[in-house]
């Protein structure tokens, strides 16, 4: 799937070599800082610059950007145990050493190290910036092991929203799938926002410590029928819902043809003549 070149619009410096795959913005901010990058000729000091790929030479250690790659979307059913960062200091295994595609991605969002499920991947930037925005509230779906059942009052404070250190969640959908014969349970729940660790803070503060987590759905994509660590490239169906979810449709109308404006209704005429055989023809019986 090829998008439109990015020669008819200005961007920020930083951002344009991460869309030409080359690195993240925010290695791309710091090459900037190490005056590695030139426009026209003049080594940068700041990542503030704009620039417009039309008309200025942007370089790299005095190579010039290659082409803007094709954009891409993968799924990626996240086993537990690996992180979702290039590196860590902790030297874990990360999700990009299990990923093996032709083009640099980056995750849309995060999912913590002893979460498994749904993690997209893709190189539109744009894309992944409006579906991880608080405005959209983008749904995302999980599957949770808690230490006790939740009772009523646990439900609908999580409906309602619960207060934690970082302030009141949104209303959330849940609902109690099974309780097992060690005074467990598991949990379905809905979400549209994004904090660090939400659903984990969120139990806990309601007295169920969560023990095991599962993202089953993101933006309404589904790792049903997948397996640990597999990735799987997008549909068109899939990513038109993604573009609609970015531009702020609901869930229930992504990826679902607009509807037309529909005809208006014909005004009857002042002085149409009524039929014959009509209620208002009919003349009363006489008695």
Request: glycine share 6%.
């Amino acid at each position: 799937m090829t998008d439109k070149p990015d020669n008819s619009r200005s961007v920020r410096v930083a951002k344009l070599i991460a869309e030409r795959g080359m690195t993240s913005r925010r290695d791309a901010e710091a090459w900037i800082k190490d005056g590695r990058v030139a426009v026209n000729g003049t080594v940068l000091d700041s990542p503030a610059v704009v620039v417009n790929p039309a008309f200025d030479t942007v370089t790299v250690d005095r190579k010039p950007l290659p082409p803007r790659p094709d954009v891409v979307y993968y799924l990626m059913y996240k086993p537990r145990g690996v992180i979702v960062t290039r590196s860590d200091p902790q030297g874990r295994k990360s999700v990009f050493d299990l990923v093996n595609v032709n083009e640099r991605v980056e995750s849309v969002g995060r999912l913590d190290f002893d979460t498994e499920g749904a993690l997209l991947l893709t190189n539109d930037g744009d894309m992944a910036h409006a579906l991880t925005h608080p405005s959209r509230e983008v749904p995302k779906r999980y599957m949770v092991k808690v230490y006790r059942t939740p009772d009523q009052r646990d439900i609908k404070a999580i409906q309602d929203g619960v207060f934690l250190d970082d302030g009141r969640t949104k209303p959330a959908k849940v609902r109690v799938l099974d309780s097992t014969d060690k005074a467990n349970a598991w949990v379905e729940i809905t979400v549209t926002e994004g904090r660090n660790r939400l659903i984990r803070r969120l139990f806990a503060q309601l007295g169920h410590p969560v023990s095991k987590l599962r993202r089953e759905t993101f933006a309404t994509l589904t790792i049903r029928g997948m397996e640990r660590g597999q990735v799987r490239r997008l549909t068109h169906a899939e990513v038109k819902r993604l573009k609609d979810l970015a531009e702020g449709r609901k869930p229930s109308r992504a990826g679902k043809k607009k509807s037309g404006k529909g005809f208006a209704k014909a005004k009857p005429k002042p002085n149409a003549r009524v039929r014959k055989n009509s209620p208002k023809a009919r003349k009363p019986n006489k008695h």
